[in-house]
């Protein structure tokens, strides 16, 4: 098992900045990727952004050159750097650990990001 706790969510205004932390604890050895999903009101639950175990990234399109994603394995913990933030970006955020074998998903208990305009 897995345990994801995620801080950092808030209000903010357009333009400005937040940092996504997630902590997991458990059997950590078990994942491969970790990465940040958002949900906004209506709208399906979709990727942010993900790291893998070698840190490799990748990046939905609307958050290339704003958000960063990074982890530090000896805390481990995933960031989430979100710069320049727009409204749209308004959303509830998840941690995610994704295990390859056998396959699953772990999940955090999502934090608020509100940016306003």
């Known amino acids: 098992q897995v345990q994801l706790v995620e801080s950092g969510g808030g209000l903010v205004q357009a333009g400005g900045s937040l940092r996504l932390s997630c902590a997991a604890s458990?059997?950590?050895?078990?994942?491969?990727?970790m990465g940040w999903y958002r949900q906004a009101p209506g709208k399906q639950r979709e990727l942010v952004a993900r790291?893998?175990?070698?840190?490799?990234?990748n990046y939905v399109d609307s958050v290339k050159g704003r958000f960063t994603i990074s982890r530090d394995n000896a805390k481990n913990t995933v960031y989430l750097l979100m710069n320049s933030l727009k409204p749209e970006d308004t959303a509830v955020y998840y941690c995610?650990?994704?295990?390859?074998?056998?396959?699953?998903?772990?999940w955090g208990q999502g934090t608020q990001v509100t940016v306003s305009s």
């Open positions: 995610n650990a994704h295990r390859s074998l056998p396959a699953y998903d772990y």
């Open positions: 790291i893998g175990s070698t840190g490799v990234t």
């Open positions: 458990g059997i950590i050895g078990s994942i491969n990727n």
